[in-house]
């Protein structure tokens, strides 16, 4: 499998171990694996037949900030969703990198709505929880969104609380004297805020379907 | 001038010097800002990450009751923290754009007894004071030029892109020409929009924190004395991180990162305790006070 | 003959294109059911009827069976009209006693049903068989040809059209804005894949211009005004003061020493500002014509008045005037040959290539003035900051093939940045690298002119430049520009240090490409360059008679298709002015200057400006000649006082009536 989990195959510079024998591994893809409509199903999502027109020009992965981390630069998920290789897209460490700095969007010389197509894939990916288990990123996002959806606004402090509980509670630990600097001066409180008329945002947030990427396999 | 004001939740915490100064320094230029009534979250990232039609529908309600607020003219919010003006901007634009946007939210909307038209202008403090305020009135309020002092003027990702029309979207000025009107210098550096990360420095911390290391030597290597930002996140990552990046980079970064209109309220002559200046975590006075002709010290 | 007794006699044919009409309309009902309608004496059906024996048929008929009215059910009339009018002519009967039914393009091709697509046949048949009879006879006029040409710009595509037609023995008006003709090729230096010297092939053109002596060059000039028609079309050019006479002036250049300014000091135009002139200049050395000018805006005489003049006393010949004011030349012509080039992309406007903020980012064009040995550091590659690279990054596609400034492929980019790759590392021994998203090289001898920059072992990165900074991560890059890109053949980002960058930037029209577009009535492309009249089989002539386009004001081209063009345009004015005449489309609008009220509403509405007001009668009048027939000016007079050939009331109605008539119930033709 190709995907985040190959990087544990990997040394500290992220290269090959030297000390280890390679594996033989047949690669080959045959197109009954591929998912062919998964091109046209996302170019929809995110707004436009545009991504179907890459031209495969790279400018997308040499402005993106993160790309150094990624396991495809944001080009090859891109040409992974036009062809169909929807596992690998889903499974890709890209996705849950992306930053939504929009450099790539306003830089693409095809005009593709390349956050948008992230945040497409993101939510596919939730919807079918191909992300591993304990992985801060999605986690993150949904403790966010259940603050949110609860109180109508955020607290940051009680969201990092959220995070280290899911994720590593080592990790309050490391962060709790930074925790302690910003309560001393009034940046952080661990209170709830709250909007008045939750009921409202309770009726408008259950009125539509929530987007579902509906599994199809 | 009249607007509503749209704070965010960043303002009220980790971004309240922000918020306090914004007020301060709009007071000053004799800008009225109205709070919006039981604003809620703008949802971020994060929201859409997990449900499109939701996040929208979030938004929106903002939008409504801004739209509901105003009975004169078109109803304009400003929305100084990056994402919530990105996530507004974005909700704004989508609507016009999308007929399944505009009837989701419509129906999301109507499920509170809410509408939404479409008329809500949303716009940043930066465009406010370029093109609304200008930068004559501005320079016009400088009581403490703030000559020899190089600043690297910090915009980061979501205020100039994909949405924002005031501002180039990768090579913006706007925030360069305040600081320039308060007497300040203003380093060129092409970092100015590149992003800090966001909520990466609490998740995968090797990839924020770098991408903050690389801002804070690149704003060093061209000579910065401080960085001024417009953003809540942008601001926390650079500033509250800079121990760890020392420890994990071995560096030795000391850089005030304040927030743009700190530096204004500051040059304005606003005592320093309305601009939030003393919950910063590195203090900028010494740098400013420092320079001849900056602020004296007991501002 | 064609009236004989006025009876009206009418041969119908229905074509069967091959399988293209045929297999869809039921060809033997349609003709059939048109022999039994009145005064139809012939009714046929025929495999090909443009053929020589379809042809052949309808003369015979015409002889045999006393045939005054001819109606073909066929193709689009663009295509056959004029062979069927010809062919009836030619059995003589008047050709405009011919009709055409198109029954494939708004028949057969568009419709899948044969019963619905048979009945839609013939109501269109039918109709034309009633129009046909109330049609008139008709002469077409024709119009003699000015053997005079207008070529508008001096770049190598005006040039080499100029000297074509002056050499096929036309008097040609060369006129060019600037003070020098040569153009964007004149700044190269040298050409793709040959590696000639740009001005070693060009110069000599360019003198032979200005000493032919069939042809006038007006440099520093500029039109303004046009009027008429093909074959008598009247131009206004405006000479812009150069504040020196040009026919005294020999080029001596001693008024340039002479100039109080004793250090060259204004950005010159021709070198993009790399290197310097005084306000008295010439462009270049092997400018044509060899005459100094001043620049206005720099020299203190010109603007102040105060000055020593020094340069006045210096010239023997008289030949500078400082008080010299624009003037204007008519020059009445029978063609135009507009040959206005292009603009280079200005890549200020893509922020992320640093250029204007970097001094060692560079323009195509400023690289090539860099390399030239004539050029600001006599062929040295000395960079802006006085350095010598020892690596160039080359962009590609910087405007082109982008949806956020130009959509197209500039065509030439590909190739002149193999060039200039070739030539940088010949000057300097530099590192190369090209950084291409495609590369075209499809013309003859490029791509082998590719393979020989791979075995120079000039790097080829395959991706887009994200950005150009100064933002150095690690030591090496201090100092270096640092080009982010995207190898997309390993798939990993790098980060290239270079000393210089050149931006591979693309064509783009003229700035007043709308303008001129205006003032010779012919269209624009929606990317802005010129329209030609057919991308394929008209691609130099334009949708206004007598006017044609080369060169790179159509569209990107490299100088081999500039030139192929230049010719083609020629010979396309040559065809007509041999030709002595043009005759004229009779499907003009006429005027019945009784009824005529002299209104003026039909003026402006006309988009051929074909319409004039007689002051002297108080009534419009139409110029045939500009007249294309669409019929505006017909549905506008409130007065019914306008017509037009071939649309008279009784043809329409009748056609109208004809479609109407026991028009079948079930058909799709109106």
């Not at chain 3, 050019?237 to 001693?254: F, Q, S, T």
């Amino acid at each position: 499998m190709i995907g985040f989990l190959s990087t544990k195959h990997r040394n500290k510079n992220g290269s090959p171990s030297s000390g280890r024998i390679k594996k033989v591994v047949r690669r080959v893809k045959y197109e009954s694996e591929l998912d062919l409509g998964f091109g046209e199903t996302i170019a929809e999502r995110a707004y436009g037949q545009k991504l179907l027109s890459c031209i495969q020009c790279g400018t997308c992965s040499a402005t993106c900030p993160l790309s150094y981390y990624m396991d495809f630069t944001p080009r090859r998920v891109i040409a992974m969703v036009r062809e169909g290789f929807r596992e690998e897209a889903l499974n890709s460490f890209t996705i849950w990198l992306c930053a939504s700095c929009y450099s790539c969007t306003v830089q693409c010389p095809r005009q593709i709505h390349i956050t948008d197509v992230m945040y497409t894939l993101k939510r596919e990916a939730i919807a079918r929880e191909m992300f591993p288990r304990r992985y801060p990123i999605p986690i993150l996002a949904r403790g966010f969104f259940d603050i949110v959806h609860r109180n109508g606004r955020n607290s940051e402090g009680r969201l990092l609380l959220y995070l280290y509980l899911r994720t590593n509670i080592l990790k309050i630990f490391q962060n709790t004297r930074l925790g302690l600097h910003l309560l001393r001066r009034g940046r952080m409180s661990v209170r709830q805020e709250k909007i008045h008329r939750k009921e409202d945002l309770r009726s408008i947030l259950g009125a539509v379907s929530p987007t579902r990427e509906e599994p199809r396999s | 001038m009249k607007y509503l004001y749209y704070p965010g939740c960043s303002l009220k915490s980790t971004g309240r010097p922000y918020d306090e100064s914004l007020r301060a320094v709009f007071a000053a230029l004799g800008i009225e800002l109205t709070e919006l009534d039981d604003w809620n979250c703008c949802g971020a990232t994060a929201y859409a990450s997990i449900d499109e039609n939701q996040a929208f529908g979030l938004a929106a309600r903002n939008l409504a009751i801004a739209e509901a607020a105003v009975t004169d003219g078109p109803p304009t919010i400003v929305a100084p923290c990056s994402a919530c003006f990105l996530v507004l901007t974005k909700t704004q634009r989508y609507f016009e754009d999308y007929d399944h946007v505009r009837d989701g939210v419509t129906r999301e909307l109507a499920a509170a007894g809410l509408t939404y038209r479409g008329h809500v202008k949303v716009r940043h403090p930066l465009d406010i004071l370029i093109h609304d305020v200008g930068l004559p009135a501005i320079a016009k309020l400088v009581q403490h030029q703030m000559k020899g002092l190089h600043v690297a003027s910090y915009y980061g990702c979501q205020v100039v892109r994909p949405f924002a029309t005031f501002d180039d979207p990768l090579y913006p000025t706007s925030m360069d020409a305040i600081m320039r009107s308060l007497g300040a210098e203003t380093v060129d550096w092409p970092l100015k929009t590149r992003c800090c990360g966001g909520s990466l420095s609490g998740t995968i911390k090797e990839a924020g924190l770098r991408l903050n290391q690389h801002l804070l030597v690149e704003a060093l290597r061209k000579g910065s004395d401080l960085v001024v930002t417009c953003c809540p996140l942008c601001q926390f990552n650079l500033e509250c991180f800079q121990k760890q990046i020392n420890k994990n980079y071995d560096e030795r970064i000391s850089l005030p990162i304040m927030y743009f209109t700190q530096l204004m309220g500051l040059a304005f002559g606003i005592p320093e305790k309305e601009l939030g200046i003393r919950r910063l975590f590195i203090d900028p006075l010494p740098v400013i006070g420092a320079l001849k002709g900056g602020v004296p010290a007991h501002v | 003959m064609s009236e004989q007794n006025g009876e009206i006699r009418i041969g119908f044919y229905v074509c069967h294109c091959g399988h293209n009409i045929a297999n869809i309309v039921d060809v033997a009902a349609v003709a059939r059911y048109v022999a039994g309608l009145p005064h139809v004496v012939v009714s046929r059906e025929y495999k090909y009827m443009c053929s020589d024996p379809g042809q052949e048929l309808l003369r015979q008929d015409i002889h045999d069976h006393r045939l005054n009215r001819i109606v073909v059910a066929s193709c689009s009339p663009l295509l056959h009209e004029q062979t069927f009018r010809t062919a009836t002519a030619k059995a003589g009967v008047n050709p405009f006693y011919f009709q055409m039914v198109n029954i494939r393009e708004n028949v057969s091709w568009v419709h899948e049903d044969p019963a619905e697509a048979t009945l839609k046949a013939r109501d269109l048949a039918r109709a034309a068989v009633r129009r046909v009879a109330a049609h008139k006879a008709l002469q077409p006029k024709t119009v003699s040809i000015n053997p005079d040409v207008l070529v508008v710009g001096g770049g190598i595509a005006g040039i080499h059209a100029a000297l074509t037609l002056a050499n096929a023995g036309k008097k040609v008006t060369l006129v060019e804005r600037a003070p020098t003709i040569g153009g964007h090729m004149a700044m190269f230096d040298k050409t793709f894949p040959t590696l000639d010297c740009a001005a070693c092939i060009l110069t000599p053109k360019m003198s032979a211009v200005k000493n032919h002596p069939n042809i006038t060059l007006w440099t520093y000039a500029e039109v303004t005004k046009v009027d008429g028609f093909v074959g008598n079309y009247t131009v206004t050019v405006k000479h812009k003061p150069r504040y020196v006479k040009e026919d005294l002036c020999v080029g001596c250049l001693e008024c340039i020493d002479a100039c109080v300014y004793k250090e060259a000091k204004v950005p010159d135009e021709f070198n993009r500002g790399l290197g310097k002139r005084k306000p008295i200049y010439i462009p270049f050395p092997q400018a044509t014509p060899q005459v100094v000018l001043i620049d206005p805006e720099t020299c203190i005489a010109v603007k102040s008045g105060k000055c020593k003049r020094t340069c006045v006393e210096k010239c023997d010949r008289l030949a500078i005037d400082l008080d010299q004011k624009e003037s204007f030349d008519e020059i009445t012509v029978g063609t135009i040959i507009l040959a206005t080039g292009f603009k280079t992309f200005d890549p200020k406007r893509v922020s992320y290539y640093g250029y204007g903020r970097y001094p060692n980012v560079y323009i195509s064009l400023e690289a090539e003035r860099l390399i030239n040995a004539s050029g600001p550091t006599s062929g040295e590659l000395i960079l802006r900051d006085g350095r010598r690279p020892k690596t160039v990054g080359i962009v590609h596609c910087v405007g082109s093939r982008d949806k956020n400034t130009h959509r197209w492929c500039s065509r030439t980019c590909c190739m002149y940045s193999l060039k200039l790759a070739h030539l940088l590392k010949e000057h300097s021994g530099a590192e190369v690298y090209n950084f291409y998203i495609d590369i075209r090289a499809a013309g003859k001898a490029y791509e082998e002119f590719y393979d020989k920059l791979l075995e120079e072992n000039v790097h080829f990165i395959r991706g887009r430049v994200a950005e150009v900074t100064d933002w150095a991560v690690i030591p090496e890059e201090e100092g270096k520009l640092i080009i982010r890109v995207e190898d997309t053949m390993i798939g990993v980002v790098r980060r290239i240090p270079v000393d210089m960058v050149v931006l591979a930037v693309g064509m783009e029209p003229q700035s007043d490409a709308q303008e001129v577009r205006r003032l010779f009535n012919i269209s624009c492309s929606t990317e802005g360059f010129f329209l030609e009249r057919h991308p394929k089989l008209a691609p130099v002539d334009t949708f206004t008679d007598g006017i044609f386009i080369a060169g790179a004001c159509q569209g990107p081209k490299d100088i081999p298709d500039s030139v192929a063009q230049a010719g083609a345009a020629a010979a396309q004015a040559l065809m007509l002015i041999d030709s002595g005449e043009i005759k004229l489309e009779p499907n003009t609008a006429y005027l019945t200057e009784q009824n005529c009220s002299g209104c003026k509403s039909c003026i402006n509405l006309c988009p051929y400006h074909a319409i004039s007001y007689l002051d002297d009668k108080h009534r419009a009048s139409i110029n045939e000649a500009l007249c294309k027939g669409c019929g505006t000016c017909v549905a506008s007079c409130p007065s019914g006082a306008i017509h037009q050939n071939l649309f008279e009331d009784e043809e329409i109605y009748s056609e109208i009536d004809g479609l109407l008539a026991e028009r079948s119930p079930e058909s799709t033709a109106v």
